[in-house]
């Protein structure tokens, strides 16, 4: 096959355009085309008004070699490229079945890799079950009553569970691991537009049902799985390597070979891998707050007389300001999980500590976007006191956030123009916040830190003139948005294993090795690889 890039189309275009803009692109009659498959389509919308689709196309023909010397030096047509993952040769069988540790999207691709090389892994979540801990979120967010080991945070499917669902990624990948993650959503009942859309997106619901049917396969693949059960320690032998886990069920599991993907906030694991002595530092990431305004309004803006148009759905943006002001100077400013047509959630997992986060179903319905507003931190500037030093700082301001909501979680809540002329909220206009269980209007200076309200502050005008109403009077804020990424990186050695705890492979967003479903995906998968070759050399790498 050949592939062909930059299809350029208009947005209303014809049915057999496609075809027609393959023969001329390739400059053959119909008869010799036998398939076309899209294998990528985005747009175009520099030009509102005249928004294009832009196609990457995979074309079967008669004679392939003929139609390509032909074209020799046109960039956009190229052989295929080979876009199938291949599983590792599969290791010898260990005494031991490899261990993987959080039930997130690192995790479950983790499971399924190894459960496909046929080595029985065995799961340890702390949370519950993706249906039950569905009931266990809502509960927070319907009747304020928070489950620490079951929430947005913790429980199968991890955080990415309760998000846009967002499938898409800059990380690099040559061995295909992108293609298995979409390619496993696709078979477990995703729908098969994210295979060729530009930026795909499940939604939650559709995940909890796809998180089920993929658990099935790996148990029946030998698999196992153990909910409600909290790694509280780890045992380690004389030479650092990795000998068991102790659990919170008061039994001690022994293993060898275990992979860390625990998410950004299992803050009790961080401190028992540091009490360890298992190497780790402080890592940047950032603090803020979620930003809603009318989808309508952010339709119009980036799509102009073609917003609502059914193939571009929701708008949605991606915007950064770099600061000047003193008290904000050298850091960033920039929109974070931004959420079309969502709500802005409830997303705590430690009592007392007020947590947001964004959400979006599939259909992208909602009346409201929202997204992060979030201001770039960094060890050295605003947490120096070691690794686990940006997770104090995140639970001094969540602890801020929770008593100024009203210590009931409610969330703090401020008006743009309030927020902007530094005077407190006492009420709300046309943007309705979507948070649950509830909002406080009030002044979000007194839960961010001072440089963070002094950036968002100088940011907003200049989001205002790329996208225009951006800081409209009546857009609210909530506060406050702290787990943007880990605060800290588990570093690991080229064979995929912590840099003085052979056995244990740290990987995914709670290791600082990722950021969102697919990359973190694409990382369960290469730690599974890594925990392969491992066996495969018979012997771990000290």
Known sequence: MLRLTEIKLPLDHEPDALRDAVLARLRVAPEEVLD??????????????????????????RDEAAVLAGLAGERHVAPTPETAYRLPPAPPAPRLRPVVIGAGPCGLFAMLVLAQLGLRPILVERGTAVRQRTQDTWGLWRRSVLAPESNVQFGEGGAGTFSDGKLYS??????????????????????????????????????????????????????????????????????RALRGLHLSDGTFLEADRAVLAVGHSARDTFAALHGRGVFMEAKPFSIGVRIEHPQGLIDRCRFGPQAGHPTLGAADYKIVHHCKTPAAEGRAVYSFCMCPGGQVVAAASEPGRLVTNGMSQYSRAERNANAGIVVSITPERDYPDGPLAGLAFQRHWEERAFVVGGSNWNAPVQR????????????????????????????????????????????LPAFDRQIRGFAMGDAVMTAVETRTSSPLRIRRDGTGQSLNTPGLFPAGEGAGYAGGILSAGVDGIRAAEAVAASLSAGALVA
């Open 416 to 459: 743009v123009e309030d927020f902007l002329a530094a005077r407190p909220s006492t009420g709300l206009g046309e943007v309705v916040p979507s948070y649950r269980p509830g909002v406080t209007p009030t002044d979000l200076s007194a839960c961010l830190p001072y440089f963070a309200t002094a950036a968002i502050r100088e940011a």
């Open 36 to 61: 076309i498959t899209v294998f990528r389509r985005g747009h175009d919308a520099r030009r509102r008004g005249a928004i294009a689709l832009i196609y990457t196309l995979d074309v079967a023909l």
């Open 170 to 239: 800059g990380i690099g990948d040559n061995a295909n691991r992108i293609r298995k993650v979409l390619e496993e959503f696709v078979a477990a009942g995703a729908p098969e537009e994210i295979l060729y859309l530009s930026k795909p997106h499940i939604g939650t619901f559709r995940l909890v049902s796809m998180v089920e049917k993929m658990r099935a396969g790996i148990e029946a693949l030998g698999g196992e799985y153990r909910f409600g059960t909290r790694v509280e320690d780890f045992e380690l032998g004389p030479d």
